[in-house]
């Protein structure tokens, strides 16, 4: 298997702070890692997808200058909530991908839940 | 519009019962289909990735199927356990990404 970590794993912060979520994967290189959100009981939604030395890459509806990504290295990538407000509430899951033979399979880190006041 | 669709909500089965969950797409022509258990407040864990040229795939107490042409994947979980309880995606795989359905909730009873 290939393990991915997130930290914090739960936040609360006040509406206009900003909030940095890490995600770490620990035995692999990832070239690639993606940041989702995800309310509850609906399905995993993607934000963007995030390349180790280049700009990330966003889903159509998803601000880039509030939700900031910096992929520094192969096993690491940050997501930043710019000034948080309680709509940005929600569970953020990273994933990392890990080459296999010629499969590329995302293994997914235990998740952030964010609550903003 | 694309669109992928888990059967149900939830299923509820008794131990030793073998659960089928379905995850039936539209307007995707995935390379590939995944299937994921999560856990309350957990991310997603990585169970089974199936081809598009697979039928059928299997791993321990876990069998896939993948039919392309009726745009549909079967998971089938045999001799289930209360520990099988979870809810599970079926994702697909276009590119590099990945589209999840909704995920059905599993429960077993002892």
């Known amino acids: 298997g290939a393990v991915v970590s997130q930290h914090p794993s739960r936040v609360i912060c006040k509406s206009g702070t900003s909030v940095k979520i890490e995600c770490r994967s620990l035995?692999?290189?990832?070239?690639?890692m993606f940041w989702y959100r995800q309310f509850p009981k609906k399905s995993l939604m993607l934000m963007a997808t995030?390349?180790?030395?280049?700009?990330?890459?966003?889903e159509q509806g998803v601000e880039k200058d509030k939700f900031l990504i910096n992929h520094a290295s192969l096993t690491l990538s940050t997501l930043t909530v710019t000034s948080a407000h309680p709509e940005d509430s929600s569970f953020y899951i990273c994933?990392?991908?890990?080459?296999?033979?010629?499969?590329?399979?995302?293994?997914f880190g235990p998740g952030t839940r964010l609550l903003v006041l | 519009s694309q669109k992928i669709e888990q059967n149900s909500e939830a299923l509820n089965i008794q131990e030793g019962k073998t659960a089928t969950l379905t995850c039936n797409y539209t307007?995707?022509?995935?390379?590939?289909l995944q299937w994921y258990r999560q856990d309350p407040g957990r991310g997603p864990v990585f169970l089974l990735l199936?081809?598009?040229?697979?039928k059928e795939k299997r791993k321990e107490r876990l069998k896939v199927t993948f039919d392309t042409t009726l745009k549909q994947s079967l998971f089938h979980i045999t001799a289930s356990q209360p520990a099988d309880s979870a809810t599970y995606l079926c994702?697909?795989?276009?590119?590099?990404?990945?589209?999840f359905g909704a995920g059905t909730t599993v429960t077993v009873r002892a």
């Open positions: 994933s990392a991908t890990k080459l296999s033979g010629s499969t590329e399979t995302q293994y």
């Open positions: 035995d692999f290189q990832a070239t690639t």
């Open positions: 995030s390349n180790e030395g280049s700009k990330a890459t966003y």
């Open positions: 307007n995707y022509s995935p390379a590939y």
């Open positions: 199936i081809r598009e040229n697979e």
């Open positions: 994702a697909l795989g276009e590119d590099y990404k990945l589209s």
